[in-house]
């Protein structure tokens, strides 16, 4: 287990240069510091490690957690809070498991990973819990560059202002966004983007409750992916624009079916 810890009010940031562990565990990485930042410390490695599939990193800051510049790890499974200002930022190497990406005040999140992005069923989700801030802007962005989006758990943004939108965002000929739980942001947009295909589970409700558009685009680059190159959504499932626009497009001359719920 690796346990760096900042304590106190007036405790710092923590800077990360390369930590790296093959502990298996839920412990195997706790970074936290109650008052301060975890600060990538350069690009020349990458800030976190883990080589065992069964464990979990834990980040905790007050004042952002790769804001500015992403931390960089090549890990299984991300546990991540902030609690006060500025944002979250990762930046994965390969496929990911998201437990928890929590903003307890306005502040964007920003996972960008090389292979799928995963938010796990059995964690929390993925939520800028912004209802203490009258004019939040701060935006959600969940992006694969060569892999799958899978939604198992809510995606949500209580920012309330009309920019502060959610991104899910899948690139590869195979790559999919699925989503079988909620995505909801209070005012702004929701934007969708598979280059394949777009599935919505029978829990995968889009909600924009305010003003903001809902996007949803399947077979972005007009290739054949092995999933129809279609929007599909399950009997039930819900698409909600608010007072904004709902469009759906699969894409280019070898685009799918979309089938609505």
Do not use: H, P
Not at 74 to 94: F, G, K, Q, Y
Not at 165 to 190: F, Y
């Amino acid at each position: 287990t690796v346990t760096l810890t900042a304590l106190g009010t007036n405790s710092g940031n923590i800077t990360l240069g390369s930590v790296r562990t093959a502990n298996a565990t839920a412990l195997a990485v706790v970074i936290t510091t109650t008052s301060g930042s975890i600060v990538d410390g350069g690009d020349t490695n990458v800030d976190i490690v883990t080589t065992n599939a069964g464990s979990t990193v834990t980040l905790t800051a007050a004042n952002g957690i790769g804001s500015g510049d992403a931390i960089e790890t090549t890990v299984t499974r991300i546990n991540a809070r902030n609690t006060e200002l500025n944002s979250i930022a990762i930046a994965e190497t390969d496929a990911i498991d998201i437990e928890r990406l929590l903003q307890d005040r306005d502040g964007s999140i920003t996972l960008t990973a090389g292979g799928t992005i995963t938010v796990l069923a059995a964690g929390t989700g993925v939520i800028i819990d912004d209802t203490a801030n009258t004019d939040g802007n701060a935006d959600i962005l969940l992006g694969s560059t060569t892999g799958s989006v899978v939604i198992n758990q809510i995606v949500r943004n209580d920012s309330d202002n009309a920019g502060a939108d959610i991104t899910l965002d899948a690139i590869g000929q195979n790559s999919d966004v699925v989503v079988n739980s909620a995505v909801t942001a209070a005012a702004g947009g929701i934007a969708i983007q598979a280059d394949d295909s777009v599935r919505f589970g029978v829990a995968g409700d889009v909600t924009a409750t305010g003003a903001g558009n809902v996007l949803v685009n399947a077979n972005r680059v007009n290739t054949v992916g092995d999933d129809g190159d279609q929007i599909f959504m399950a009997d039930g499932t819900v698409i909600d624009g608010g007072t904004g626009t709902v469009t759906l497009t699969a894409l280019g001359t070898n685009s799918g079916n979309i089938t609505l719920g």
